[in-house]
């Protein structure tokens, strides 16, 4: 079995107010919050990968989690917001490489597209209202070739703050 922990990065703040490349645009301190959090939350998977969006705010949102495991965070343009049908051949391939769990962080665009292309051959994979929080993670459970169960873990809501 390969699990997918399928992860919507964190908080950024508004793009209608940043002013620079969206690529750049960082977490804010709920998000930075909401790193620290997830890394918490998926250690117990002992995940063997993570890959992510190059975007700033995805790669810092499995920070906390790469450095807590010793992973090296590895980037691919197929997981950018315009990524279209790459991304979900993307993880098609990605999941059939590796046994073991698996993190992908990506942006809500991605995740929906990912969504509406698996609930093609299992419409109740994700039932009705599907949410795609910031900072929310799919647990997606993959056996022979095939996503066979997902389950939705809402944003972690840290305790304290490092990052006010």
Known sequence: MVVLLLVRHGHAG??????????LR???????????????????FSPIRIVSSPYVRCVQTVKPLA????????????????????ASTYLQRVSR??????????HGEVIHALQEEL???????????VPREKGSV?????????????????????IGSRHR
Do not use: M
């Open 14 to 23: 508004s793009k209608r107010h940043w002013r620079g490349d969206d690529c």
């Open 26 to 44: 960082p977490l804010s301190p709920q998000g930075f919050d909401e790193a620290d959090a997830i890394g918490k939350l998926l250690i117990p």
């Open 67 to 86: 450095e807590e495991l010793g992973l090296r965070i590895e980037g691919t343009k197929r997981l950018i917001p315009s990524a279209g049908r790459a």
């Open 97 to 106: 490489k590796d046994n073991g769990a698996l993190v992908i962080c990506t």
């Open 119 to 129: 609930s093609k051959s299992v419409p109740e994979l994700f039932g009705e209202d």
């Open 138 to 158: 799919w647990v997606l459970e993959r056996e022979d070739g095939h996503i066979v169960k997902s389950e939705y873990l809402p944003p972690p809501r840290p």
